[in-house]
């Protein structure tokens, strides 16, 4: 993966929660992830698709996503409330939206959030497209970005195109 690809979601992360939550956040060493369950209990997924495709994940601790849910809420929040999934697929979706606005010349169009929640849940992920996590630390705790795209090849459209014209 580009590393040019990381340095986005890191600089909107920090953006996002530091605008809408208040919270400061410290990125530590990004490295590349091998299992293929998230890291923590709450997942907000985000697909992307144009010239870079893939999906980003932010993950959370159970506590965590409780606790920047409720801040960005502005009151208490259960993970049983519709407005938890609904404000942990915001976040994801702002820091994305963020990402994808400073990719240079690329279009990109991100998915809708899907949120999932509970232990060893899977998110599938491209085929040989390396997933790298972001370590990330606050005053609220600790959760990860899992960032797994890819550049798309500049003729990859115009070949589907054109064997779709010939069907």
């Given at each position: 993966?580009?590393?040019?690809?990381?340095?986005?979601?890191?600089?909107?992360?920090?953006?996002?929660?530091?605008?809408?939550?208040?919270?400061?956040?410290?990125?530590?060493?990004?490295?590349?992830?091998?299992?293929?369950?998230?890291t923590f209990?709450?997942?907000?997924?985000?697909?992307?698709?144009?010239?870079?495709?893939?999906?980003?994940?932010?993950?959370?601790?159970?506590?965590?996503?409780?606790?920047v849910v409720?801040?960005?809420?502005?009151?208490?929040?259960?993970?049983?409330?519709?407005?938890?999934?609904?404000?942990?697929?915001?976040?994801?979706?702002?820091?994305?939206?963020?990402?994808?606005?400073?990719?240079?010349n690329k279009?990109?169009?991100?998915?809708?959030?899907?949120?999932?929640?509970?232990?060893?849940?899977?998110?599938?992920?491209?085929?040989?497209?390396?997933?790298?996590?972001?370590?990330?630390?606050?005053?609220?705790?600790?959760?990860?970005?899992?960032?797994?795209?890819?550049?798309?090849?500049?003729?990859?459209?115009?070949?589907?195109?054109?064997?779709?014209?010939?069907?």
């Amino acid at each position: 993966m580009d590393p040019n690809y990381i340095s986005p979601f890191i600089a909107s992360v920090q953006n996002v929660f530091s605008t809408m939550l208040h919270l400061p956040v410290e990125v530590g060493e990004p490295d590349v992830k091998v299992e293929p369950t998230p890291t923590f209990d709450v997942s907000g997924i985000i697909g992307m698709s144009g010239d870079v495709t893939g999906s980003v994940v932010l993950s959370f601790p159970l506590q965590t996503a409780l606790r920047v849910v409720s801040i960005f809420a502005g009151a208490e929040v259960s993970e049983k409330s519709p407005d938890f999934a609904d404000a942990v697929g915001e976040l994801v979706n702002m820091v994305s939206g963020g990402a994808k606005g400073m990719f240079q010349n690329k279009k990109v169009a991100i998915s809708c959030p899907n949120v999932v929640i509970g232990a060893g849940h899977m998110v599938a992920r491209l085929k040989d497209v390396p997933c790298i996590v972001i370590p990330c630390a606050t005053d609220a705790g600790k959760f990860v970005i899992e960032v797994a795209i890819q550049e798309r090849p500049a003729n990859a459209g115009q070949v589907g195109a054109m064997a779709a014209a010939r069907a």
